[in-house]
C-alpha cells in the first residue's frame, strides 16, 4: 500500500487552520489556502533533494529529533496558531526547516514560491 505524504498533510490543514494561519498572516483562507497547495509540494520535493545527499537522511532524521517533530504538533493546531509566544516560536522553527531544508537555496526558493502564490517573503 503506497501512502501520499502530500495528501496526508494537506488532510491535517483543515479549514480552521488555514483560518487562523490565514488571520496571523493577514491573508483570506482561500489565499491562505492556495499558498499552502503550492507550498508543499516544493517543501516535499526538498526533502526529497536532501534526502539524496551524502549525509541528507542524517540530518534530516537528527532535524526531525532535536526540534521533536513526532507529529503531535497536528494535535494542537489551534494552540500554536493562536498568537503570542507559541506561536513566535513555531513560525520560527518553521523558518528554521526551511533553512535546514533548502540551505544556500533557501532565499531564491521563498522568493519564487513568495512570487508563485502572491504573498511577501515573512508570510510565504
Known amino acids: ?6 495528501d496526508l498533510l494537506k488532510g ?3 479549514g480552521t487552520v488555514l483560518s487562523k494561519l490565514g488571520g496571523l498572516l ?4 482561500s489565499n491562505t489556502s492556495n499558498a499552502v497547495s503550492k507550498m508543499l509540494p516544493s517543501i516535499i520535493g526538498g526533502l526529497m533533494s536532501k534526502s539524496k545527499q551524502s549525509n541528507g537522511p ?16 497536528f494535535d ?7 498568537g503570542g509566544e507559541k506561536t513566535n516560536s ?3 522553527s518553521g ?3 526551511v533553512k535546514s531544508i533548502f540551505g544556500g537555496q533557501t532565499n531564491s526558493v521563498m522568493d519564487m514560491l513568495s512570487r508563485a502564490v502572491g504573498m511577501g517573503n515573512r508570510s510565504s
Open 1 to 6: 500500500m503506497s501512502v501520499n505524504l502530500l
Open 12 to 14: 491535517q490543514l483543515t
Open 26 to 29: 493577514n491573508e483570506s483562507e
Open 58 to 73: 542524517a540530518e534530516i532524521f537528527d532535524l526531525l529529533n532535536k526540534g521533536g517533530y513526532d507529529g503531535s504538533m
Open 76 to 82: 494542537n493546531m489551534g494552540d500554536l496558531l493562536a
Open 90 to 92: 513555531f513560525m520560527d
Open 95 to 97: 523558518t528554521g526547516l
